[in-house]
């Protein structure tokens, strides 16, 4: 019910009539002129009732007297009295019925009651009704008002004191009260306030209004008092305390800031009064030191108060956070104050409630950027947020580290909680909250024994003081342990978390803000206000050193995972901060700190320890205020949870690893996923730290780089607590999820992330490289991860990331290292390469060169493993990809044949699985410039030398190339041609010209001459396998394909390809080594006709000579038109004669094979194929036609395009086929006679003798070699036997005799001579005989002019027949008989003896050719004019004369034989010619050949039979007859020298005896009776025959005669000396057979001149024959019976002497 409503105004005047009844009634007796008053008063009051309408107002205007008896009876000081008139000025009061005179009145008598003690809290309550209800008081009533309840506050009773102490707090609020609410009724009108000068007049308030004054005079005087001076307002006080003074002051700045912002005057005052009050009375707590003892000191230091401190505070706080922007100076130094109370030396309690204040500030961050504003970013200024920062940061040091700060920890205090520390804190005040005793796991920091629990203190974000409010205290109260401390960190933590939430608020709305305007202006760049980020760098940069000192302390210290969790929680925000604002140097810090904290304590991880270090020089002695960076201590009670290896190059044992350790671990985990992107090059020390942690816990990289739990490989293995284990497959996923949200981070922080991931891997691979301990791989596989996940943008860090596994990882010398490196740039390219790319890869050429390069790049590795690795990728992407490679190809192909031969057979092989699959499948798919790559790339597997049987495949691909190319030619060729077309027009652009292997030819054809190249090269391969299959190959190819080559092609084919491969064929063979290889590897035997480099090599010449002679002959018209042929010719049989001249018989065997081969061509058989008849008429070339010879190795070749197709695929080539049969002549014999000089060349010098010493072993022809030379003549001569000249028939012979006389081995004798007694040609010595038949037949048919060579032909042939007596001589080489070489199986490899062949078949057989040449030719001129016979003659001599002596006896029974057939057809020749003198030397030489014969120097052998005697005597005895029937009957046409040695000669024959003494040698010579009877009966038939045609004749007889009967006188004569000087001893046998051959001759003599006519015996012979007598008589004495019954024979024939002779005779002597 209102005040002024008619019930309540009823009701007032019937109270008041009441109240005033009621005093009548008390004074009636004691105060009767109250009790008048009072009366009276009633009577006014009703009078006012009953006049006003307003009966409030009327009151109000007589309120005076209304009160007046009121006062009277307070003024009686009787209680009753007066508490009955106070309850009704009360009630008057209420109803606002009082006027101003009336408050005063009221006040005085109220100030009466006060000093006389009476009624103290009615008159309380009555002022303050008073002031409240209206506001009728002012100035000084008011002020005496405000002094009688200051008085009553200091009276001696409590509770009147507190009353009146809140009934000035009321008071003092409704003086303000009414100030708000008087601004506000004035609020609309503006005033011109008077000019203030200065305003030093403390009075001068009359610009203020009325409540304003008041409340100004009444703030002034507190300051006034507090100050302890005199006030100027509030006259009377008596007493008043600081304290209470001090909280006045406070509640008014704190209750109403807007008074003092709003008004001058105020603000003045803050600043003139109030501030230099609160410094003034801090000071005691400034000079103030614990400890120190003020004796020393010279004035006794004041000690500071706790309530007046505290209160101060409170003052200090309300100062700061109401009018900081008035009093700028004022707070910078109530703040430096405030860090000073922090300091050690202060008491306990004044750090307390410092700590309390801080607090309260931290809790405000828009104040603390204030702070920052004004002070740390102004020059010369303190930088008060620093301080304040680093403050709370030493305060916290300083707890662990003072002594008595807390108490020193029970080592088992924690786990018993029970230590003295949790004992302090039970009794401790307020805040505690009750600690008990037996609390298990109390949260707490401990630090190097110090422990310190940890209380709840407040509520986050609210700083909720205790001993700030402990506004009762008189003495400082009891600090709890732990209490300072756990403010301390609320305030820390506070502090960031203010700062860091207002940061990123403000931070948001500004990225708002940029985004809205990129939307509205996208062609502008966003420019932030400028001025908002440096405010917010500095607050972090004057905070982060002191903030991260603290925390990192507090990490280390904190047993409870709560508090853990908030430290770290803090550190992160700070870090992510600091990356947003890019402040990298604090956000690194902060970021080590976790870090650290993550691993196990003192662990030797570089990159920290090395930015811990750059870090403590930096900025730690802050002004004054010296934050170490504790290091962590060492001895802390955390629970171990893993135990493992440490990653460090030093092995340090085990590391441990606690609970706090993976709490911070998974801190980091979170920093990095979620602030990924603000992390820049601090990846570095979060991936760094991760590792080495995912090292500790044993986590090893699986398939596509994510961390699986594994074993740790060496020494004692990682133990994990269940705890952590459970704990491991999340930190793994978290791990693996880390990296999968890089596909969210920007570009530039994935190359951070990149780059750090590359940093830490080449750490990790320095660490590897000393020893083979197992190296991380983290680094390696988390790059893969990245890699992976960032598929879609991979062209921004494929070169950081593959360039660091190519260069680094891959090279490196621990293989598990390498593995990784070439796992994750394996499966990276595979990735990329399956990847749907937007575009497609097809489309991106670029993109998908550059994921195949690193592949490529991994060719340059020498690594065995990592090669491997590629290899088996490129199988992979072969199998996968295949189709789809494209301009990829090159890559690839040249990643497969980047084959070397240091590299293992593996490797090879798995590079050539890769190869078959692309030259099986894919041949089709690449585009056909690859093509030329592909077959240099099976090249290259031919050549490698690791592993035969894939070079020996690499050559089976090259067909199937081969194949492939001529079943697709026309698609190749078009392909190929459109790309030949854009290159020379790119060439042409460029002004260069186009360079390509095999220019001028067409692409297609190039591609076969590479193909043709590559096996060339094959050819010349060291294996001799490999070069055996690639000459077939080679060759094959060339047969089966050729027809496909352009005619200028074939140019090249002949040139550059297989002349080049016979040249360097002759370069290799005749350079090769001769030693001999032991075995063929591994345990084949190689066959003694290949056991050195050389004959292997021989095998290959033989081959390719042989495969390009082949070509010669079938493609013959094809390169007859090349215009070069005869060049070409020129070349190959210049080949043919190096190879024939080899010093290796199976070469030169098969290069006479080779020249045998195209010299049969004559002219090739056109009937071969009757196609040609059809096509002659449109002028097809034969070659066309041509059928498919060889069409490769054992491979049915498929013919795709039919043979009109190769027609028109020709038309261009204008191939004139040659007219059929009529080549021209001139050519033909131009190659012929080259073939012939080739032929010539090769003879001579094959059959050329060494010039050297025997000794020195030199090349000697074999046999089949020599045969196959001369076999060749026959066909060659065919062609040239038209210009075949005498000088060339010379050459030739000298070939034929120079091959006849080559030597053959010992040890190849058994082949070539099938035994020594058989008498069999040689194939040689036959093929030599065939071609002088061959020659002799050409002769016999020739022209005349031809027949002058039949001479040579005879001269030739008799030179064989020499041999049977004289083989011929091989140079000076000695050669045994067949019959004496050792042949000897074991002297294998000592050099071969040379065995001389038996050249008697050989000879004998010349000699029946020379008999039967001569016998068709006695009679040409040539062979009259030569002297034919005479050579004959004189050949034979020499078999002749060595009779028995001849090497086969045949041969002499021959000669003689063939002289007599000879003499039998060539002396009737030589008669008729006798006049032409022609014959004149063959006479001499006929004699000589008869004495020769019949007269031989040599014995028979010991072992003839006497019938075999008897007929060589025959043909003794028949050559006589010869001499008598051809010979001598003609003596008339011969010469008369040749008859007289044919008499002398009979004369001999006739005597046994052959030379006047005997010899030694002719013991054994038998008698030849009937030869000598023969003799000497032809002798004597012509001596004494009656048809002396000429006196010549008869001379010759006598001569004989007289000879005959000299020698016989002089061996009697001898033998009867002999005789008598022997005594007894007997003659030699052979001297008494002469003597005995001797008689018998003179008995035979005697006969025959009985029976010649006297008148044709001489008479001297007469006398001769008689004087013989005497001689026999001599005899006589011999002892001979032998002798003696020859004699006697002698004797008897005398007696026809013994008449006497009648004298005509004896005249006729005379």
């Not at 084919?1053 to 002759?1066: A, E, M, P, S, T």
Request: glycine letters at 6%.
């Amino acid at each position: 019910m209102s005040t002024s409503s008619p019930e309540a105004v009823k009701k007032l005047l019937e109270n008041m009539q009441t109240d005033l009844r009621s005093l009548s009634m008390e004074c009636k007796k004691k105060f009767p002129p109250v009790k008048e008053a009072a009366e009276s008063g009633i009577v006014k009051i009703k009078t006012i009732a009953a006049r006003n309408t307003d009966i409030l107002a009327a009151l109000k205007e007589n309120s005076s007297e209304v009160v007046q008896p009121f006062l009277m009876g307070c003024g009686t000081k009787e209680p009753k009295i007066t508490q009955l008139c106070l309850a009704a000025i009360q009630r008057l009061m209420s109803h606002e019925v009082v006027s101003e005179a009336a408050a005063g009145n009221i006040i005085n008598m109220l100030w009466q009651l006060m000093e006389n003690g009476l009624e103290e809290l009615k008159l309380l309550q009555t002022v303050l009704v008073l002031l409240t209800t209206n506001t009728v008081v002012h100035d000084e009533v008011l002020s005496k008002a405000i002094v009688l309840c200051f008085r009553l506050h200091f009276t001696k009773d409590n509770i009147t004191n507190n009353t009146a102490a809140a009934t000035v707090r009321q008071v003092v609020t409704v003086v303000f009260e009414r100030m708000v609410a008087e601004d506000e009724r004035f609020k609309g009108i503006v005033e011109q306030p008077p000019s203030v000068q200065g305003n030093t007049n403390r009075r001068s308030v009359s610009t203020l209004r009325p409540s304003a004054k008041d409340a100004y005079m009444l703030f002034q005087d507190l300051c006034q008092l507090v100050n302890a001076d005199a006030p100027y307002w509030l006259v009377g006080m008596t007493e008043m305390t600081r304290t209470f003074g001090l909280e006045l002051l406070e509640s008014v700045l704190n209750d109403f800031p807007g008074v003092f912002l709003q008004h001058q005057e105020f603000s003045f005052l803050l600043k003139e009064r109030v501030c230099p009050l609160v410094i003034k009375l801090f000071s005691p707590n400034i000079k103030f030191r614990q400890g120190s003892s003020s004796t020393a000191s010279p004035a006794p230091v004041e000690k500071p108060y706790f309530p007046i401190c505290m209160r101060l505070l409170r003052v200090v706080s309300v100062l700061i956070k109401h009018f900081y922007s008035l009093l700028v100076t004022e707070c910078e130094i109530f703040l430096s104050l405030l860090v000073k109370f922090l300091d050690g030396e202060k008491p306990q309690w004044l750090r307390a409630v410092a700590v309390e204040s801080v607090h309260r500030l931290c809790v405000q961050p828009h104040l603390l950027r204030s702070f920052c504003q004004s002070y740390d970013m102004k020059q010369h200024s303190t930088k008060v947020f620093r301080d304040i920062v680093n403050a709370l940061g030493s305060f916290i040091q300083s707890l662990f580290i003072v002594p008595n700060a807390g108490n020193p920890a029970v080592v088992g205090a924690l786990a018993g909680g029970s230590g003295s520390g949790a004992q302090g804190a039970a009794q401790g005040g307020p805040g505690t909250g009750g600690v008990s005793g037996n609390l298990t796991s109390q949260a707490a920091f401990e630090y190097r024994g110090t422990w310190i629990p940890l209380m709840t203190v407040s509520v986050q974000g609210s700083a909720k003081a205790t001993y700030l409010e402990m506004l009762d205290k008189v003495e400082p109260p009891s600090i709890p342990e732990g209490y300072a401390m756990s403010v301390a960190f609320s305030a820390l933590l506070d502090l960031v978390r203010g700062i860091t939430s207002m940061i990123e608020r403000e931070l948001a709305v500004e990225e708002e803000a940029a985004a809205e305007f990129r939307e509205t202006h996208p062609d502008q760049g966003w420019q932030p206000p400028p001025g908002v980020h440096l405010v917010w760098e500095e607050m972090v940069s004057a905070c982060w050193c002191g903030l991260l000192a603290a925390l990192s302390l507090l990490l280390d210290a904190s047993t409870d995972e709560t508090a853990t969790e908030n430290i770290l929680k803090a550190e992160l925000t700070m870090a992510s901060l600091c990356g947003r604002l890019g402040m990298v140097t604090p956000r690194d810090a902060f970021i080590t700190a976790i870090c650290k904290a993550s691993l196990p304590p003192h662990y030797a991880l570089t990159v920290l320890s090395s930015n811990a270090a750059n870090l403590s020089s930096k900025a730690y002695s802050i002004q004054g205020h010296s934050v170490q960076i504790i290091s962590p201590s060492s001895e802390s009670h955390q629970q171990v949870v893993a135990v493992g290896q440490p990653l460090t190059s030093q092995p340090q044992g085990t590391v441990m690893l606690t609970a706090k350790n993976i709490q911070c671990m998974r801190t980091l985990l979170n920093l990095a996923h979620c602030h990924g992107a603000v992390l820049g090059t601090s990846w570095q020390l979060v991936l760094a730290t991760l590792q080495h942690l995912v090292w500790i816990l044993g986590l090893k990289p699986g398939v596509g780089g994510a961390l699986k739990p594994g074993r740790a490989v060496e020494g004692p293995s990682t133990v994990l607590t269940t705890a952590v284990m459970t704990d491991l497959p999340v930190i793994a996923n978290i791990l693996s999820r880390l990296f999968e949200s890089s596909q969210y981070l920007d570009d530039v922080s994935l190359h951070h992330l990149i780059n750090a991931l590359c940093s830490l891997s080449l750490e990790a691979m320095e660490m590897a490289y000393g020893n083979n301990k197992e190296p991380s791989l983290f680094a390696v596989a988390k790059l893969l991860e990245t890699g992976l996940v960032n598929m879609d943008r991979i062209e921004i860090l494929w070169r950081p990331l593959t360039g660091h596994l190519l260069e680094k990882v891959c090279q490196h010398p621990n293989s598990r290292m390498r593995e990784w490196g070439a796992e994750a740039l394996t499966a990276l390219i595979k990735a990329g390469l399956a990847y749907k790319h937007d575009p497609p890869l097809a489309q991106n050429q670029r993109l998908q060169l550059l994921l195949l390069n690193p592949l490529k790049e991994l060719s340059n590795v020498l690594h065995a493993d990592i090669r491997q690795k590629q290899l088996e990728s490129v199988l992979q992407i072969l199998q996968s990809q295949g189709d789809s490679l494209g301009p990829g190809w090159p890559l690839v192909l040249g990643v497969i044949g980047a084959i070397r031969n240091d590299q293992g057979e593996s490797l090879i092989r798995t590079a050539f699985q890769c190869l078959q699959l692309v030259v099986t499948d894919f041949l089709p798919t690449m585009p056909c410039t690859c093509l030329q790559i592909v077959v240099d790339v099976a090249g290259s597997f031919g050549l490698q030398n690791q592993e035969l049987n894939i070079s020996l495949t690499s050559i089976g691909l090259l067909w199937n190339i081969s194949d492939y190319f001529f079943q697709r030619g026309e698609a190749i060729t078009q392909e190929l041609e459109r790309e030949e077309e854009a290159l020379q027009k790119q060439a042409q652009e460029k002004g260069e010209t186009l360079n390509r292997p095999f220019h001028p030819a067409p692409p297609f054809d190039c591609l076969w001459l590479c193909l043709y190249a590559k096996l060339g090269e094959l050819c010349v391969d060291p294996r001799p396998a490999v070069r055996k299959s690639a000459g077939q190959t080679l060759f094959s190819t060339i047969a089966a394909h050729g027809t496909l080559l352009q005619q200028p092609t074939w140019h090249v084919v002949v040139w550059k390809v297989l002349f080049h491969l016979l040249d360097c064929v002759r370069t290799s063979s005749t350079t090769a080594d001769k030693e001999k290889i032991e075995s063929g590897g591994g345990n084949i035997l190689i066959h003694h006709s290949r056991d050195t480099a050389e004959k292997q090599w021989a095998e290959t010449w033989v081959l390719t000579l042989a495969g390009v002679a082949r070509i010669f002959n079938t493609r013959r018209y094809l390169l007859q038109q090349l215009g070069d042929f005869f060049e070409a010719w020129e070349v190959l049989l210049n080949h043919i004669q190096s190879a024939a001249l080899s010093k290796n018989n199976e070469v030169s065997l098969a290069a006479l094979k080779s020249f045998q081969e195209i010299l049969q061509i004559g002219t090739p058989v056109k009937d071969s194929d009757k196609a040609g008849d059809a096509f002659a008429a449109m002028g097809v070339p034969p070659v066309l036609i041509d059928p498919l010879s060889a069409s490769g190795p054992g491979r049915p070749l498929v013919r795709s395009d039919s043979l009109v197709e190769r027609l028109t695929r020709y038309n261009g080539a204008e191939l004139q086929a040659p007219p059929p049969g009529e080549e021209s002549a001139l050519e033909d014999s131009a190659l012929w006679w080259s073939a012939w000089n080739t032929w010539y060349r090769t003879g001579t010098d094959s059959t050329r003798p060494p010039s050297g010493p025997a000794e020195k072993f030199s090349f000697i022809p074999s046999q089949p070699f020599l045969t196959a030379l001369i076999q060749i003549f026959p066909a060659l001569y065919q062609h040239i036997k038209a210009n075949f000249s005498m000088e060339d028939l010379k050459k030739l012979g000298v070939i034929l005799h120079g091959a006849v006389s080559v030597p053959i081995s010992s040890d190849a004798s058994p082949f070539i001579l099938p035994s020594f007694t058989e008498a069999v040609l040689t194939s040689l010595q036959e093929a030599v005989l065939t071609s002088l038949d061959v020659l002799q037949k050409a002769i016999c048919v020739g022209p005349e002019n031809l027949q002058v060579m039949y001479p040579a032909i005879f001269e030739q042939l008799l030179l064989f027949v020499e041999f049977s007596c004289k083989p011929p001589q091989y140079g000076r080489m000695e050669t045994k008989h067949v019959a004496n070489a050792k042949y000897n199986q074991i002297q294998l490899f000592a050099p071969a003896e040379w065995v001389a062949l038996n050249y008697v078949p050989f000879a004998e057989r010349s000699l029946e050719v020379v008999v039967e040449l001569y016998h068709k030719t006695a009679c040409h001129k040539a062979v009259i004019n030569e002297k034919v016979l005479q050579n004959i003659i004189k050949t034979l001599r020499m078999p002749l004369g060595l009779k028995y002596a001849c090497p086969s006896e045949s041969t002499w029974k021959l000669a003689v034989s063939s002289l007599l057939k000879v003499l039998s057809i060539g002396l009737p020749v030589a008669r008729q010619h006798a006049s032409s003198g022609k014959f004149d030397t063959m006479w001499p030489e006929l004699a000589n050949a008869f004495e020769d014969f019949l007269f031989t120097k040599s014995t028979p052998p010991d072992n003839v039979s006497i019938q075999e005697f008897q007929k060589n005597e025959a043909v003794d005895v028949e050559v006589v007859q010869l001499i008598s029937t051809e010979i001598l009957p003609f003596a008339n046409f011969i010469p008369k020298d040749f008859v007289s040695q044919i008499m002398t000669m009979l004369n001999r024959g006739s005597i046994h005896s052959q030379s006047a003494s005997f010899t030694e040698a002719e013991i054994d010579v038998r008698m030849r009776e009937e030869f000598s009877k023969v003799c000497f009966e032809t002798l004597l038939q012509f001596s004494f025959s009656n048809k002396v045609s000429t006196p010549q004749e008869g001379y010759i007889s006598r001569m004989a005669l007289s000879v005959l009967l000299k020698r016989s006188q002089d061996v009697l004569r001898r033998y009867v000396e002999d005789e008598r000087l022997s005594g007894r001893c007997p003659l030699p046998r052979q001297q008494v057979t002469e003597i005995i051959f001797v008689l018998k001759a003179i008995s035979t003599l005697m006969d025959s001149l009985k029976k010649t006519q006297p008148e044709n015996v001489d008479g001297n012979t007469w006398a001769q024959v008689i004087a013989l007598y005497p001689t026999l008589v001599e005899c006589i004495t011999c002892s001979s019976s032998e002798v003696s019954s020859a004699l006697k024979e002698a004797l008897g024939p005398f007696k026809d002497f013994m008449q006497p002779p009648l004298i005509k005779v004896q005249n006729g002597e005379s």
